[in-house]
């Protein structure tokens, strides 16, 4: 345990942008669980005689075209983007995972249906795959996550599949099954856990994906419904008043977004070497 923390603190302080995406990821972690109880105003109390606002000492992200605080609206979004990404990156991992594992290490016919189901969702632009899907379910939260957790289903699988595909001839396997192992329990107890580190990187960088879609889908009005504070909801309702100057209400949250995604992507290199065991040197 001490050689890993060891081996953490040094990835970490060996690259300024990786200790920078890090302190990142603790922030919008620190804001998502206690957001609600710091933000300054009610996200969803309105105020007529405040609204458009520029930035200010009362309202340091300003207001927008109800009067609600805009600082308000970005920290308490913070949870359901936060969340909305990582379940459904962890419901894309587990089942993508999975499959791929199994496709790769046992072939035959669930290899062929795991690469069929994989080539059509990657027959179709992703983003469309994810309207579409919502279109035909209805607008929901819950939605927005199966929506998103389908559209990264094959990169999940194709990297487990490969990875255990190149695997499952190597001599520690033969040696695990020739020790009375069974197929399940060398898959996963001895494959599967050679394949996470290149997986656990894609993990890293499908949350940024994941968030970029979930605001995407805010934006076009099949996400999260107002008056919900959610970053693509605020960029959507901001773009009406770019023209007009009030430039505060959609640059706040594009930027809170954009942080949000270049953290995720940045912290990409870092996991990896934190859990590559050939790394630790």
Known sequence: MRQLLRHGR????????????????????????????????????TAAAHKLEPPSRAHWFGTDHVGRDILSRVIVATRLDLAIALSAVALSFVLGSVAGACAGFFGGWTERVV??????????????????????????????????AIINFPFYARLARAEVNVRREAGFVEAARLSGNSSARI?????FPNCLPPMTVQASLNMGW?????????????????????????????????VSGEWWIAFFPG??????????????DAVRDLIDPRRRT
């Open 210 to 242: 994941a968030i970029l879609n979930s605001a995407g889908l805010s934006f076009i009005g099949l996400g999260v419904r107002p008056p919900t504070p959610e970053w693509g909801i605020m960029v959507a309702d901001g773009s009406a008043f770019m």
């Open 10 to 45: 040094y990835v970490l302080t060996e690259n300024r942008l990786t200790l920078g995406a890090f302190a990142l990821l603790l922030v919008f972690v620190g804001l998502a669980l206690v957001g609600p109880w710091i933000a300054p105003y009610d996200p969803l109390a």
């Open 187 to 191: 898959l996963a107890a001895h494959l």
């Open 255 to 268: 930027l809170a977004l954009m942080l949000a995604v270049f953290c995720f992507n940045l912290l990409g």
């Open 115 to 148: 690469s069929r189901l994989v080539d059509t969702i990657m027959a179709f632009p992703l983003f469309v795959l994810a309207m579409g899907i919502i279109a035909a379910v209805g607008t929901s939260v819950v939605n927005i996550i199966y929506a998103t």
